[in-house]
C-alpha cells in the first residue's frame, strides 16, 4: 500500500488566489514527520514546510501553510495568493520514527500551474 | 551556513560504462546523507542513506553502490551502466535531529544510451 497519496496529478490555480494540494499518509507510528517539497523546472528540491505528528498548531512559513488532520491522516498543502514563480512539482514526504535514520518517503507528487 | 554540492550536472554515458557521482556537504558535521533517484514525471526513490563514515544502507537492491568516504562526501557508483538506470539523481543531507528535514543538491541528470 502507498505510505504517501497525491490524489491529483496536476492543478491549475489562478495568480493571487489560494490553492490546495492534497495528501494522505499511511502509518502505524505515533511520532513521524511530514514534509512538503517544491521541484521548479530545474530540478532541485526545496524544502517548504513541516508539520509533526504532535504539534497541535497547523504549521506556516509565509505564503505556505499546512492543513494537518490527524485522524483523517491529511497534510494537506495551502499556497495564498499563488503567484507565477509557484508553478512547479509539489511533493509530500513523510518521516517514520520506527527504525528509519530520517528516511523520506515521497508521494508521486502534483504538478501545480499558475496562470496569469 | 549549509551547502550541499553535486556533479557533474549532467552526464550521457554509454551502457556499461563505469558511474561516478559525488556529492559534498559544507557548513555541517555527521550529516545523514542520503541518495534518491526520480524516473522522469515520478517522485523520489531512495537508493541508499548514510549516518556516519562508511556505514551504507541500501533500500533498492541494483547494480549501483555507495560510499562514505569521508564525514561530508558521498559517492554513487556503477560498474556497469544499465539504460534502466537513467534518470535525475539527487543527494540530500539532515541533520539527524531535530525534524529532520531533509536539504537537497542541485542533481545529476543521467542519460544511459
Known amino acids: 500500500a502507498q505510505k504517501i497519496t497525491q490524489t491529483q496529478p496536476g492543478m491549475f490555480v489562478q495568480e493571487k488566489e489560494a490553492v490546495t494540494l492534497d495528501c494522505t499518509y499511511d502509518?502505524?507510528?505515533?511520532?513521524?514527520?511530514l514534509f512538503w517539497y517544491k521541484q521548479p523546472s530545474s530540478g532541485e528540491m526545496i524544502f517548504l514546510i513541516y508539520?509533526?505528528?504532535?504539534?497541535?498548531q497547523n504549521a506556516t512559513e509565509g505564503r505556505y501553510s499546512l492543513n494537518f488532520q490527524k485522524a483523517r491522516k491529511s497534510a494537506n498543502l495551502v499556497i495564498s495568493a499563488s503567484q507565477l514563480g509557484d508553478s512547479a512539482m509539489y511533493f509530500c514526504?513523510?518521516?517514520?520514527?520506527?527504525?528509519?535514520?530520517?528516511?523520506?518517503?515521497f508521494g508521486k507528487g502534483t504538478k501545480l500551474s499558475v496562470k496569469p | 551556513s549549509q551547502t550541499i554540492h553535486q556533479w557533474p550536472a549532467t552526464l550521457v554515458q554509454p551502457v556499461g560504462s563505469p558511474l561516478s557521482l559525488e556529492c559534498t556537504v559544507e557548513?555541517?558535521?555527521?550529516?545523514?546523507l542520503y541518495w534518491y533517484r526520480q524516473a522522469a514525471g515520478r517522485g523520489l526513490q531512495l537508493l541508499f542513506y548514510?549516518?556516519?563514515?562508511?556505514?551504507i544502507s541500501s533500500e533498492v537492491p541494483q547494480n549501483l553502490s555507495a560510499s562514505r568516504p569521508q564525514d561530508r562526501q558521498f559517492i554513487l557508483s556503477s560498474k556497469k551502466l544499465l539504460l534502466s538506470d537513467s534518470g535525475f539523481y539527487l543527494c540530500?543531507?539532515?541533520?539527524?535531529?531535530?525534524?529532520?528535514?531533509?536539504?537537497f543538491g542541485p542533481g545529476t541528470r543521467l542519460t544511459v544510451t
Open positions: 514526504a513523510m518521516r517514520e520514527e520506527r527504525g528509519s535514520q530520517g528516511n523520506l518517503i
Open positions: 548514510s549516518v556516519g563514515i562508511g556505514q
Open positions: 540530500a543531507w539532515s541533520s539527524g535531529t531535530g525534524a529532520y528535514e531533509q536539504y
Open positions: 508539520q509533526g505528528s504532535y504539534d497541535e
Open positions: 502509518t502505524s507510528d505515533q511520532s513521524y514527520g
Open positions: 557548513g555541517t558535521s555527521n550529516p545523514n
